[in-house]
């Protein structure tokens, strides 16, 4: 099974107490403990650890990086983003959850601003499942409904996806490309739309059921090094 590590600022569930009330021990946490029971080998890292928790060591044992982030992405050492985008060019994979779509590790990969249009309005979302053949969808319907969530909408500054894997519809009109994979050099990106913090969106079977397909497709295919090195071709992402 893929070694996961999930990133999290760690900054709202200790200043924010209904954002505690929902995650308790963190957001980073909730999502390590839905992984590690569906199999996968977990560990955590946070904004105030040394290097954010990301040494080279850390990495280096990576397979798949999940990052969360959402009010202190300028706080990310430079040095550490390098590490981060040098390992998925080597192919680590990195899924990129909700506000994260702003954080230094994708805007760098993607070389684009990243940027959205938003709004706090607590209305249904529905994701639609737009790839259906696609491995992140395996064992989910035709959507999934939230039915309270914050409200993302187009245009969104990112460059044309390879696959496009869900398509949200909200309850005020706005429509979004929440579910968008990428190929950089030999790591493979996904970014997740949903995960306000507010909400209990990652404690859901099916957002989980998504995360856990992600780290699975993302992770290292047969013959790719995800540790850098170059030892065969990676093999191409099922289209």
Excluded at 201 to 207: A, L, P, T, V
């Amino acid at each position: 099974m893929p070694s996961v590590t999930v990133w999290n600022e760690y900054i709202h569930e200790r200043e924010d107490d209904a954002v505690a009330e929902v995650y308790p021990d963190g957001i980073h946490t909730a999502i390590a403990d839905a992984l590690a029971e569906r199999g996968h080998d977990t560990r955590t890292a946070t904004l105030d650890e040394p290097e954010h928790g990301l040494t080279e060591s850390v990495l280096a044992d990576t397979d798949v990086l999940v990052w969360w982030g959402h009010t202190a992405h300028d706080a990310v050492d430079d040095a550490v983003v390098d590490r981060v985008v040098e390992r998925v060019n080597g192919g680590m994979g990195l899924l990129v959850l909700h506000s994260a779509h702003a954080s230094k590790p994708f805007r760098r990969l993607l070389g684009t601003p990243c940027d959205l249009t938003w709004r706090e309005g607590d209305e249904r979302e529905r994701l639609w499942v737009t790839d259906p053949g696609h491995p992140i969808v395996d064992g989910l319907g035709e959507s999934i409904v939230i039915e309270e969530t914050e409200t993302y909408g187009e245009p969104f500054g990112v460059p044309e996806p390879d696959r496009l894997v869900f398509t949200s519809w909200f309850e005020g009109g706005e429509v979004f490309r929440s579910g968008c994979t990428y190929r950089r050099g030999r790591g493979k990106l996904f970014y997740f739309r949903p995960g306000h913090e507010t909400y209990p969106i990652y404690h859901r079977e099916d957002i989980q059921t998504v995360l856990d397909n992600a780290v699975r497709w993302a992770a290292p295919s047969e013959g790719a090094d995800a540790h850098g090195g170059n030892r065969n071709v990676v093999a191409p992402e099922s289209r």
